[in-house]
């Protein structure tokens, strides 16, 4: 039996509603390719159901991460950058763009990410 395992997991949702500060801190898992991951400002409208609707997304560009790396996306503006830590792993900082925050005032607002095999455009 093949299993597959996720490469990625949510770690929190960080000061939600705190535009300065808000970011959602994800985890890599294993070895993989942020290119194919989507990360998704939703709302819970019923458990387990999110709609998107006309919330913001964030697809990141190709780059290699590795087991015990962090993934940090500030919903604000800000360049790209990365750290290397005491631990030997790396941490990597995204910015959304945004000039409001995505989580704070709507108690069910949550975080999605997506893993991409395939997609198209048109």
């Given at each position: 039996?093949?299993?597959?395992?996720?490469?990625?997991r949510?770690?929190?949702?960080?000061?939600?509603?705190?535009?300065?500060?808000?970011?959602?801190?994800?985890?890599?898992?294993?070895?993989?390719?942020?290119?194919?991951?989507?990360?998704?400002?939703?709302?819970?409208?019923?458990?387990?159901?999110v709609?998107?609707?006309?919330?913001?997304a964030?697809w990141?560009?190709?780059?290699?991460?590795?087991?015990?790396?962090?993934?940090?996306?500030?919903?604000?503006q800000?360049?790209?950058?990365?750290?290397?830590?005491?631990d030997?792993?790396?941490?990597?900082?995204?910015?959304?763009?945004?000039?409001?925050?995505?989580?704070?005032?709507i108690?069910?607002?949550?975080?999605?990410?997506a893993?991409?095999n395939?997609?198209?455009?048109?």
């Amino acid at each position: 039996m093949i299993v597959n395992l996720p490469a990625l997991r949510i770690l929190q949702i960080g000061d939600r509603g705190n535009l300065a500060t808000e970011r959602v801190h994800i985890e890599a898992l294993r070895e993989c390719d942020l290119g194919y991951y989507l990360l998704m400002a939703t709302v819970e409208i019923a458990p387990g159901r999110v709609y998107a609707g006309l919330r913001p997304a964030f697809w990141f560009s190709s780059q290699q991460v590795r087991a015990g790396d962090h993934i940090i996306v500030y919903t604000r503006q800000g360049m790209p950058s990365t750290e290397f830590r005491d631990d030997g792993h790396m941490n990597y900082f995204y910015y959304w763009g945004a000039t409001m925050a995505f989580f704070g005032p709507i108690p069910t607002a949550r975080a999605v990410l997506a893993e991409l095999n395939m997609w198209q455009t048109a």
